[in-house]
DNA sequence: TCCTCTAACACTTTTGAATCGC
DNA sequence: AGCGATTCAAAAGTGTTAGAGG
C-alpha cells in the first residue's frame, strides 16, 4: 500500500516563547490508504451517514513521523465542508442544489491512544476506523455530525500535549488529504461507488459477485420488512436504477455538466499528492470514462492554517454561483483562497502550521 | 412527482469469553 | 499456575430497498 505524504509548509514557523514549534517542522503525516482513497476519488467518493453513525469506508488511517519520540502528542481529525453548497445526484452526475444548510455542531474526534509519546506514534500507522459519521445533530455518542449531500474532507491535528485538558494550548500541526474529499449521503447515490465498496469492504461480502443478495434473498411473509414488500425488488426501474451493473452505460464527454461546480469525477491531475506519489493507481476496473469529464488541472497552492476559532462558514457571500468560488475554510485576508472555475474539491494543499494559539475553541468532545 | 431519509433485512466480519493443551 | 492457541456465540458492521415524509 503507497503513502501519500502531506508535506508541511515550508514557511518559518510562527515565534514561539518556548521555542518548540521549531522542533515540529520536520513533522510528516502519511495517508496509509491513499490508492484506496484514490479509486474512490476517481469516482467520487461518497460516505453513508446514519442516525446511529457509521463508519467511514475507506477508514482514514495515517503514520506519521518527524516527532519527538519522548514528548506527548494528542492526536485528533476532524470534518471540514468543501464549500458552501448543497448537492444532488442527477441524471447520474453531481450537481448543485442550492446553498449549504447551516453547519451542524463541529466535534473532533480523538484518538483513543491520545497522549501517546511520539514514539509510539512513529511505531505503527493511525487507524481512524472507529470513527463514525452522523446526521443526527443531537448525537449523544460523539459521532462526527454531518449533513447529507453536502461535501467534506477529513483533517488531522497533530498537537503536542500531555492530556487532552491541555490540548488547547499545545503548538499543533494540521493535515489533510486532498483524495480523502467525499459527499456524506443517506443512501448511495453512484452506483460505481456502491460496487467498490462492496468489492473492497469485507463487511459487504455478502453483496459481491455481480450481484446483490438482496436478488435472490426470499423474505418471509411473516417480516416487517415482507408485509413492506410490495413490489417486485428486481425488476422495478428504481432497484434497477441503483444497482451497480458491470453493462452499465459508460459517462461520455458529452455528458459531462456544463454549468457551475459538477463533481462527477475528481481528477488526479488537481491532486498535489500525485506529485509525491505518480506511480499509476492498480484499479480493479477502469474508470477512464470519468477522466474524460476531468476539467483542466487547476493550481494547487499551499495555504496555512488558522485555528483560533470557527471558521466564518457558511457565510452569506457564499453564493452558489460560479462567479464566486466557496472560500477556503483555512483562508485568511493574508492567505486568500484561490479563485477557481469551480468549487474545487481541494482547492488548498495538505495544510500543516504549528501555532501557540488555542485549538478547537469551537469543538466538541 | 421528486427527492431524501429511515428502518429492517440477510449476510459477513470482528470481538471477546470460555475452553483446551502444553 | 501460567501462557498461548482454538472455538464459538454474540455483537457489530455492511449495502439494499420499500415506504414515509417533506
Known amino acids: 500500500m503507497h503513502a501519500t505524504d502531506s508535506v508541511p509548509n515550508m ?32 469516482i467520487g467518493t461518497e460516505m453513508i451517514i446514519t442516525k446511529h453513525g457509521r463508519r467511514m469506508f475507506p477508514h482514514c488511517s495515517v503514520s506519521l513521523s518527524g516527532l519527538q519520540s519522548f514528548a506527548n502528542y494528542v492526536i485528533m481529525m476532524d470534518m471540514i465542508p468543501v464549500d458552501g453548497y448543497k448537492y444532488k445526484w442527477k441524471k447520474e452526475q453531481w450537481e448543485v442544489a442550492g446553498k449549504a444548510e447551516p453547519q451542524p455542531p ?31 445533530t443531537l448525537d449523544q455518542h460523539g459521532h462526527i455530525i454531518l449533513h447529507s449531500m453536502h461535501r467534506y474532507y477529513p483533517r488531522f491535528h497533530v498537537v503536542q ?7 488547547r494550548w499545545g503548538p499543533f500541526q494540521t493535515f489533510s488529504f486532498p483524495e480523502t474529499t467525499f459527499t456524506a449521503v443517506t443512501a448511495y447515490q453512484n ?11 469485507p463487511f459487504a461480502k455478502g453483496f459481491r459477485e455481480g450481484g446483490t443478495h438482496s436478488h435472490k434473498r426470499c423474505r418471509t411473509s411473516g417480516s416487517p420488512s415482507a408485509k413492506r414488500a410490495t413490489k417486485p425488488a428486481p425488476e422495478s426501474p428504481q432497484s434497477l436504477k441503483r444497482m451497480p451493473s458491470h453493462t452499465e452505460k459508460p459517462l461520455t464527454s458529452t455528458e459531462q455538466p456544463q454549468k457551475g461546480p459538477h463533481l462527477s469525477a475528481w481528477p488526479l491531475e488537481q491532486d498535489s499528492s500525485d506529485r509525491l506519489h505518480a506511480e499509476p493507481l492498480d484499479l480493479e476496473y477502469d474508470y477512464s470514462c470519468e477522466e474524460q469529464m476531468v476539467p483542466a488541472s487547476l493550481p494547487y497552492n499551499s495555504y496555512r492554517s488558522v485555528e483560533y476559532g470557527r471558521y466564518p462558514y457558511p457565510t452569506s457571500e457564499v453564493e452558489p454561483s460560479n462567479e464566486q468560488p466557496p472560500v477556503h475554510p483555512l483562508s485568511t485576508a493574508e492567505y486568500p483562497a484561490p479563485q477557481h472555475p469551480y468549487p474545487h474539491p ?8 504549528w501555532s501557540q494559539h488555542p485549538l478547537f475553541s469551537y469543538s466538541c468532545w
Open 11 to 42: 514557511s518559518l514557523p510562527r515565534n514561539s516563547s518556548t521555542g518548540e514549534a521549531f522542533q515540529h517542522s520536520s513533522v510528516r503525516m502519511n495517508l496509509e490508504n491513499s490508492d484506496l482513497w484514490k479509486s474512490f476519488h476517481n
Open 106 to 136: 463541529c466535534r473532533t474526534y480523538v484518538h483513543p491512544d491520545s497522549p501517546a509519546p511520539g514514539s509510539h506514534w512513529m511505531k505503527q500507522s493511525l487507524s481512524f476506523l472507529k470513527l463514525k459519521l452522523t446526521n443526527n
Open 161 to 167: 500535549a500531555d492530556s487532552l485538558y491541555t490540548v
Open 191 to 201: 452506483p460505481k461507488i456502491t460496487k467498490l465498496k462492496i468489492d473492497h469492504n
Open 346 to 353: 481541494y482547492p488548498y494543499s495538505n495544510t500543516v502550521d
